[in-house]
Structure formats: C-alpha cells, structure tokens
C-alpha cells in the first residue's frame, strides 16, 4: 500500500524567503505525486504534479517541486514567498488501478507566513 | 464551468439522523470520489465510482452509501449519524486516471 509522508507540521517563513515543503512517499512503482493547497474554509486546489519525464516540474503560483526517485521524495519549493501563500499543503500519492486513481494524503503542512 | 459544487456547506445532526451530501460536477468527469477530512489526518477516500452505476469503497467506508445513477452525480448518503462522522467532506472527480478536482466541502457537525 501506498503512503506519504510530511514530517513538518508547520512552518513559519519571513515573507520574501525561501520555502521547501518535504514530502516521502511509499509506493511499488512510478508513483503519480501532487501537490495541493487548501486555504482556511476552500477545498483543495491543484499547485502541481507529476506523472513522467522532466523530475522539475512547474506548478502554479511559482511553485516547483522535484521528483528525487532514489530519495523517494517530492519536495516543493518556492524562491520568494508572498503572504498569500499561507494556507495548508498537501502531498499526495496516486495509485493508478482500474478504479481509477485513488490519492493517498499526507497529513499535511500548515504554512504561517510572517510580514 | 461551475466544475465541482457541494449541498451543504455546513450541517449539524442529532446522533442517528441521517442525512445525504450533495455532489455534483459538470466537466463530464466519469471519475467521482468522496473524502473525509479530519484534523491532522489528511484527507480519506470513503467511496469512489468510475462511472455512472458503478461504485466501490475506499479506505473508510463504513457508515456511508453511495450511488451513481448519472455521470453528474455523486450522492453519498449518512444512515445513522456518529459522532466520529463529524468531519469536513470534500468530493472530487476526474476525467481520466489523473488530475482530481475538489469541491469546497462540506462541514458537518454531529452531536
């Protein structure tokens, strides 16, 4: 069975600094990986996601994140944080089955950004 | 495109009402699935359906139903409400075996 992995439960970052969100997952063959953000009372909104290819992948809102297969890590990042950023990230693992692709969730990150 | 819309956005229920949460997407998705979302915990898949009469159980599906009688809709149905049903519910669908999109939830209280 898959699952993911996010050892930081919070962050606090200076606005204008860098960021680096880890994710670990476990998964018997090419994962699919994403990222998702989820602001206070929203639902969850795609940053980005890999599927093959390229391991840096570009996401929305300036955000990239890179799939390390021999650390078995997606981690994202960001150069230059805004205030809008904070919110809660997730990481994710699809399994791709003939039920479709079934997401396993990390427990997530809670991003408190400082002005 | 509205893409993924919830009914309710908040509820409370009395222990053992029951009650059915509203899903409904209009990208033509044949993907659907229901989550729950409880504190510190990551989202769980309780139902799924690949397409319009087909269903299966995720991880956490007991106390819950579903049905898929059109590609739109996805209720999924609380019989005897618990406490431990307390949690926010978020339901997602996808067009094929990859990006899922989320609705904004719905947040239920059982007391």
């Known amino acids: 069975a898959q699952s993911v992995t996010q050892p930081d439960i919070h962050i606090t970052v200076s606005e204008g600094a860098s960021l680096e969100l880890r994710c670990n997952y476990s998964?018997?063959?090419?994962?699919?990986l994403f990222w998702y953000v989820q602001s206070p009372g929203q639902g969850l909104q795609l940053l980005l996601k890999y599927f093959s290819g390229d391991t840096l992948v570009q996401g929305i809102k300036g955000f990239e994140a890179e799939f390390k297969r021999s650390q078995s890590s997606f981690n994202l990042r960001k150069p230059s944080v805004h205030w809008s950023d904070a919110a809660e990230y997730f990481c994710a693992v699809g399994a791709v089955t003939g039920g479709g692709n079934k997401l396993t969730f990390g427990t997530g990150t809670q991003l408190k950004v400082e002005l | 495109n509205a893409g993924v819309t919830q009914t309710p956005k908040f509820r409370i229920l009395k222990i053992g009402q029951s009650m059915t949460l509203q899903c409904t997407q209009d990208m033509n998705h044949n993907y659907m699935y229901w989550y729950r979302q409880d504190p510190g915990m990551g989202l769980k898949l309780i139902y799924y359906s690949v397409g319009a009469g087909i269903t299966d159980k995720g991880e956490v599906p007991n106390g819950y139903n579903v049905s898929r009688s059109t590609t739109e809709d996805f209720p999924l149905r609380l019989e005897l409400a618990a406490p431990s049903q307390t949690s926010v519910y978020f339901c997602?669908?996808?067009?094929?075996?990859?990006?899922?999109?989320f609705g904004p939830g719905t947040r239920l209280l059982v007391l």
């Open positions: 998964y018997g063959a090419t994962p699919y």
């Open positions: 997602a669908s996808s067009y094929s075996l990859e990006t899922q999109y």
